[in-house]
């Protein structure tokens, strides 16, 4: 069973930094797509960017491009997403989330359908 713990989420100011993780337990040697989502309430959830653990590739949501970087550490069974240049719209509870899959991540994330399994989330406030 594939377990997904997030930290990393706090307030900062607009243009500041803040590097999320997501410790992964339970897939040890399995391949899978993982992602970073991230909702408000009221709205939609919005896929940030994906990794395929077994090559790395990635992909990104055109509104981070630039700024937000999806990284993996296969020795520690973490995932990071890098967060610069900070806007108020990146205020939200942010996800991480994983499938398992042997074609690698197909493009950027979407809502998640695919993704099954789900951190609790970490909160990231951005203010202006």
């Known amino acids: 069973q594939v377990q997904l713990v997030e930290s990393g989420g706090g307030s900062v100011q607009a243009g500041g930094s803040l590097r999320l993780s997501c410790a992964a337990s339970g897939y040890t040697g399995g391949r899978y797509c993982m992602g970073w989502f991230r909702q408000v309430p009221g709205k939609e959830r919005e896929g940030v960017a994906t990794i395929y653990n077994r090559d790395s590739s990635t992909f990104y949501v055109d509104s981070v491009k630039g700024r937000f970087t999806i990284s993996q550490d296969k020795a520690k069974n973490t995932m990071y997403l890098q967060m610069n240049s900070l806007k108020p719209e990146d205020t939200a509870m942010y996800y991480c989330?994983?499938?398992?899959?042997?074609?690698?991540?197909?493009?950027?994330?979407?809502?998640?359908?695919?993704?099954?399994?789900w951190g609790q989330g970490t909160q990231v406030t951005v203010s202006s």
């Open positions: 989330a994983a499938y398992a899959t042997t074609a690698g991540c197909s493009g950027p994330p979407g809502r998640g359908a695919r993704f099954g399994y």
